[in-house]
């Protein structure tokens, strides 16, 4: 078993910033993926980013030049820097951890991201 902890998110306006963080712990070792997928209220889950072990990186379309996905394999954690946030980035914000084929997958208890106009 993995266990996933986060923290971050909250309010804040368009235009700023925050910064998710996640740090995993348990069986890590066969964990190869981690990242974060969002909800929003009537939505599918979808991913934000995810990063690989050896650090390829996955992000999706409508966030890229605005968040960045960071990983140290040392202390098992991945964060999520938002800049320029709008109010579609309102969601709830799940960290996950799989492994390479995703027998293997965990996730947070997520975390409220709320961005007024």
């Known amino acids: 078993q993995v266990q996933l902890v986060e923290s971050g998110g909250g309010l804040v306006q368009a235009g700023g910033s925050l910064r998710l963080s996640c740090a995993a712990s348990g069986s890590i070792q066969g964990i190869y993926l981690m990242g974060w997928y969002r909800q929003a209220p009537g939505k599918q889950r979808e991913l934000v980013a995810h990063?690989?072990?050896?650090?390829?990186?996955n992000v999706a379309d409508s966030v890229k030049g605005r968040f960045t996905i960071s990983r140290d394999n040392a202390k098992n954690t991945v964060s999520l820097q938002m800049d320029s946030l709008e109010p579609e980035d309102t969601a709830v914000y799940y960290c996950?951890?799989?492994?390479?084929?995703?027998?293997?997958?965990?996730w947070g208890q997520g975390t409220q991201v709320t961005v007024s106009s």
């Open positions: 996950n951890a799989r492994d390479r084929f995703a027998v293997l997958n965990y």
């Open positions: 990063m690989s072990r050896s650090g390829t990186t």
